[in-house]
């Protein structure tokens, strides 16, 4: 049986040292899946604003020097098997979907300056399906759908205005995309696609915003904090 002296002692909530892990709420945590279960059960999900959390730190050193974020861009079908293509997106998407709408527009229409996300949703549909098969076709559409919810979610509060009654990806352009990647990979996916697989995510995230920026729809460069 353990002393008095060799339990470990709790640590009162008015220590505010080493709660690096804040919600918008005021509440403070020591970690973040203490946050994530705070949000989920006080907030219903939704990160309310000024919620923060220091990047994850990997104490163990590493082997090899990280790829950059252009090499990742570059190799996306083969470093994870998602080659095979051509294929048709309007066949490999839902009918009823607002990308197979925003597809079917943009089939032979010229890129033009008037472009909001869900029309850049739409081209970069276009170009991965001349690279990759209906099956893995699936996997970048899953992607856009969750990242398409993740800025009509926090959009509006990017723009520091009140949320809108339309959709922030059907009037907005993507030019602003790359600020909401970080959330997009670190909170998002966590709490609504958990079996979303990260290093996917990440490629992913990458590639599209390469995209955006090849074709002169953003002029930000994306910095992810995990990698």
């Not at 008015?14 to 509440?27: H, L, M, T, V």
């Not at 279960?37 to 939704?46: A, F, V």
Request: aromatic content about 12%; proline content about 7%; hydrophobic content about 30%.
């Amino acid at each position: 049986m353990l002393s008095n002296e060799g339990k470990m002692k709790r640590r009162s909530k008015n220590d505010q040292e080493g709660r690096d892990f804040a919600c918008g709420c005021g509440k403070t945590y020591l970690s973040y899946p203490a946050l994530y279960t705070h949000i989920k059960t006080k907030h219903d999900g939704k990160f309310p604003e000024g919620t923060t959390s220091p990047p994850t730190k990997n104490s163990k050193g590493r082997g090899r020097p990280r790829k950059s974020n252009t090499e990742k861009t570059k190799d996306i079908y083969e470093q994870h098997n998602l080659g095979g293509g051509p294929c048709s997106p309007l066949a490999a998407l839902p009918s009823n979907s607002v990308f197979y709408t925003k597809v079917e527009e943009w089939q032979d229409k010229p890129l033009t300056s008037q472009v909001v996300c869900d029309d850049a949703f739409a081209l970069y549909a276009l170009e991965v399906a001349k690279h990759t098969s209906s099956e893995n076709f699936a996997y970048f559409s899953n992607f856009l759908f969750h990242l398409r919810n993740c800025l009509n979610l926090r959009g509006w509060q990017m723009e520091a205005v009140e949320p809108q009654e339309q959709d922030y990806c059907s009037v907005k352009p993507p030019s602003k995309t790359p600020e909401i990647c970080n959330f997009f990979i670190q909170h998002y996916l966590p709490l609504y696609c958990p079996s979303f697989n990260t290093d996917l995510a990440i490629s992913m995230t990458l590639h599209f915003t390469k995209f955006l920026e090849t074709c002169g729809l953003t002029e930000l460069k994306l910095s992810l904090i995990r990698e």
